[in-house]
């Protein structure tokens, strides 16, 4: 079975950097997608960022384009997003998951059980 696990939150302040880590483990191949979510109370749920590793198709929403990176660690099995000038909007409970493809609005097969971060003002 696949299984997600994401770490690397925490609180930090307006202006700081956090890196969040995906470690994937049960592919039976090489066909995936790594995807963030991120889910605040209150709203709805938001791709942030996607990544496949096998070609190094790269996805960023709007809010985070141009801070985060995203990047695949292949001998590690883990995904890592690093966002930059972080700002309270950016507080949320964050989510890797998995599926074939980047296609981040639609559902996922796979997910982890998130990692929170908040921004202080």
């Known amino acids: 079975d696949v299984q997600l696990q994401a770490s690397g939150g925490g609180l930090v302040q307006a202006g700081g950097s956090l890196r969040l880590s995906c470690a994937a483990s049960?592919?039976?191949?090489?066909?995936?997608?790594i995807r963030w979510y991120r889910q605040a109370p209150g709203k709805e749920r938001e791709g942030v960022s996607c990544?496949?590793?096998?070609?190094?198709?790269?996805y960023y929403a709007l809010s985070v384009r141009g801070r985060a990176t995203i990047t695949s660690d292949s001998a590690k099995n883990t995904v890592n997003l690093q966002i930059d000038s972080l700002k309270p909007e950016d507080t949320a409970r964050y989510y890797c998951?998995?599926?074939?493809?980047?296609?981040?609005?639609?559902?996922?097969?796979?997910w982890g059980q998130g990692t929170q971060v908040t921004v202080s003002s």
């Open positions: 990544i496949i590793p096998s070609n190094g198709f790269k």
């Open positions: 049960g592919f039976t191949g090489h066909d995936y997608a």
């Open positions: 998951a998995s599926d074939i493809d980047c296609a981040i609005e639609g559902p996922s097969d796979y």
